[in-house]
């Protein structure tokens, strides 16, 4: 008990004093994390609209496995990524492997089913409602996909801090393709993975905290967005 | 922009699961003129409106306009039964569909600024349009409506939340919208109201075509007994 009360105490010091490990870990674990989020939101936002505008043969399947998809266990895709990037796998020439970007990779792979499953949700929605009026008005499929994108935004913002939330948290997928390398790949989760086993409970808790807080404002701000949303206010 | 338009259908069908909906209906529209739409509910009035806009799908027959489908639609308008508000501002709604037709952001600002005013909403003009009262969107979605000028305008009761002060300025604003050119195609429960607009009649019962003319002998001397009941208010069967 004295260990994690005296632990607290020092985490709490390390954050004052802004620590220059945990300041880098976290930068880090941020730079990944966001990366992954905008490439992610890239692909999944507009796929995910066009997924509620579109009728297409296949529609049914590809909304299956997108949520089928989204429930991949974050270790099996850092085995995957692994396995594409090590040496002698296809991509290993990149020699990309042990390296943020193969973090980066691999959160992309865990968040974009996600953010692209919540923005279906919504967009379908928003589609049903637009619906009549956007056909009406003899809109081009490009800009019925853009006004819904606009109009949606609210809730594609609310998708893209859900994956975000997940990236920032994942320690299975980055421990595996990252491989927690200090001063290299070392971030919040790994960090504090790491940190716990070697008994240290300073430093871990003090990331601890951090990845708290992070995931807190992740959801206040989900939370407040889709308040707004309800309100109709914007 | 006055090449104007005229339909007809031919042996026009909806059928859904099965069940026939509406029709077969034979009707020639002319290209100009107040065309109100009546019937008690069910009838088949809101179907044959999206029909003749080409946002239903038609089971069988044709519907022609004199103009290409594409360009027919284009150069038409429709307000919905239950008005669609975007989730914007009252003056972006009255903006979007001269933005999507590509006009210059100064005219943009200019015809809003016309429409706000006629429809009575300048007041209003940066309040979510989903916050407006029930009146107030069917305004809005009328103004939306005309701001790009159409060539034939449909109306799904439009009057059907408003005041009586509200329904004679709109029904003076359409009187001068059919004035300078625009055909319209209505529907009302309001047979006062139809009354006073209309050109001619169709009047729908049971998902058919069961009469059509000019208002002023319909509403005089209805042919059949359905509608000289409906007229009068009494249950149609
Ligand atoms: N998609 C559909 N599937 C099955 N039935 C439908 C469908 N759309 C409309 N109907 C039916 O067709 C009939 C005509 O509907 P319509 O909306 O045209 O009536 P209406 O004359 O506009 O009535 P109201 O005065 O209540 O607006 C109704 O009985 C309705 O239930
Ligand atoms: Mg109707």
Redesign the interface.
């Given at each position: 008990m004295n260990d994690i009360l005296s632990g607290i105490q020092a985490a709490f010091w390390l954050i004052v004093t802004l620590d220059a490990d945990l300041i880098e870990i976290t930068l880090r674990s941020l730079q990944v994390s966001l990366s992954a989020l905008v490439i992610a939101s890239v692909l999944a936002l507009p796929f995910g609209t066009w997924l509620a505008v579109r009728r297409f043969r296949y529609r049914r399947a590809t909304i299956a496995t997108l949520n089928a998809l989204m429930g991949l266990p974050p270790v099996v895709v850092g085995l995957i990524v692994y396995l594409l990037l090590s040496r002698s796998g296809p991509f290993g020439v990149l020699g990309l492997l042990f390296t943020p970007t193969a973090m980066i990779i691999a959160q992309v792979i865990i968040i974009t089913p996600l953010i692209a499953s919540i923005a279906h949700q919504a967009m379908r929605e928003l589609w049903a409602e637009y619906h009549d009026l956007l056909i009406s008005l003899n809109t081009t499929k490009r800009q019925r996909i853009m006004t819904l994108i606009w109009d949606g935004r609210r809730a594609l913002l609310t998708a893209g801090l859900a994956g975000f939330g997940r990236a920032i948290g994942e320690v299975g997928a980055i421990m595996i393709v990252g491989g927690n390398i200090d001063h290299a790949t070392r971030v919040l989760t790994t960090a504090i993975a790491l940190e716990t086993g070697k008994g240290d409970f300073e430093l871990a808790l003090g990331l601890g905290f951090v990845l708290i807080a992070l995931a807190l404002l992740v959801n206040f701000g989900i939370h407040s967005l889709s308040k707004t949303e309800r309100e109709g206010r914007w | 922009m006055t090449h104007s338009m005229s339909v007809s259908l031919h042996k026009m069908h909806v059928k859904r699961r099965g069940k026939s909906i509406l029709g077969p209906i034979d009707l020639e529209l002319a290209p100009t003129g107040f065309t109100m739409v009546l019937g008690p509910n069910g009838a088949g009035k809101t179907t044959l409106l999206k029909v003749l806009?080409g946002?239903e799908r038609v089971s069988s027959g044709s519907v022609q306009w004199s103009v290409s489908g594409?360009q027919a639609?284009?150069e038409q308008?429709?307000v919905?039964q239950s008005p669609?508000m975007?989730?914007?501002s009252v003056s972006q709604n009255l903006a979007?569909?001269l933005q999507?037709s590509g006009i210059s952001k100064a005219e943009i600002t200019g015809r809003v600024e016309t429409w706000l005013d006629r429809i009575g909403l300048s007041n209003m003009a940066e309040r979510?349009a989903?916050?407006l009262s029930g009146g107030e969107r069917q305004k809005l979605a009328l103004g939306r409506a005309l701001i790009r000028d159409p060539q034939v305008l449909f109306l799904d009761e439009p009057c059907a939340n408003l005041d009586g002060r509200s329904t004679r300025e709109i029904e003076a604003l359409l009187l001068n919208t059919l004035h300078t050119g625009t055909r319209i195609i209505m529907t009302t429960h309001d047979i006062g109201q139809a009354r006073r607009l209309a050109s001619d009649v169709v009047f729908l019962l049971n998902g058919e075509l069961h009469e059509q003319g000019r208002a002023t002998e319909f509403f005089d001397e209805p042919k059949t007994p359905e509608a000289k009941a409906f007229l009068n208010g009494d249950i149609v069967e």
């Open positions: - | 806009h946002i594409a639609q284009q308008a429709y919905f669609i975007l989730r914007r979007y569909p999507i979510p989903t916050r």
